[in-house]
């Protein structure tokens, strides 16, 4: 078959200033935002992926990443626990607290005034309608311990009394390690800074044996 132009039909003629503007007005294409996370944020492929799904998570996580030095750690923390907060509702929807509330969430986490665990009750108490992280942080005194002198007694009581879980990491069973961590961060209910618990610990225990 050919096609005929319709002699009903008049030429439409659109000026190239009209294309300009026209073009100007389109948003960003979820291809080119995906390549921008990717280079500009140092974002993997997938994270990027999942991000662009939505226009409205997409344009929740750049006005996040404006006010945090962390984009990774606040694209994991979309991708993971605000997405199954989410759920499975229209796809238009976003956590039901300003952007930059999330942003400043991360930071607290990057700066170590709470480690992630305790980000995901904090993020909890947000979507309840608790307010800025701060302000939940405050309330529920949530701020993560990071001093020696209150770690320490912590540390080498469950050293004194994990013989065993001491005994298999220096036979060489590094995982023993941390479930000495996980019961120093269930003594300090999770506010214990890991990093530190974990250089307690490894200088409390000695170093373990290679395999």
Excluded: C
Aim: hydrophobic share 45%; proline share 7%.
């Amino acid at each position: 078959y050919r096609y005929f132009p319709d002699p009903d039909l008049m030429p439409i003629v659109i000026s190239d200033d009209r294309l300009q503007r026209l073009t100007a007005e389109l948003p960003t294409l979820p291809d080119e935002r995906k390549a921008h996370y990717v280079h500009h944020y140092g974002l993997g492929a997938y994270d990027a992926e999942q991000l662009v799904s939505s226009r409205a998570v997409a344009d929740y996580f750049e006005a996040a990443a404006a006010t945090t030095q962390s984009p990774k750690l606040l694209a994991n923390l979309i991708t993971t626990e605000v997405f199954r907060m989410l759920g499975d509702g229209d796809e238009e929807t976003v956590p039901p607290f300003p952007a930059a509330h999330l942003g400043d969430l991360v930071s607290r986490v990057a700066d170590e005034t709470i480690n992630i665990g305790i980000a995901k009750r904090v993020l909890g108490a947000m979507w309840a309608g608790e307010g800025h992280p701060d302000a939940v942080i405050a309330a529920q005194d949530l701020k993560q311990i990071s001093d020696e002198a209150v770690l320490g007694p912590v540390v080498a009581a469950v050293v004194s009394e994990g013989a065993k879980a001491v005994a298999e990491y220096h036979a060489g069973k590094e995982k023993a390690l941390q479930s000495l961590v996980g019961q120093v961060m269930a003594r300090t209910k999770g506010k214990a800074n890991p990093r530190k618990v974990n250089e307690l610990l490894e200088k409390a225990v000695g170093p373990a044996k290679p395999l």
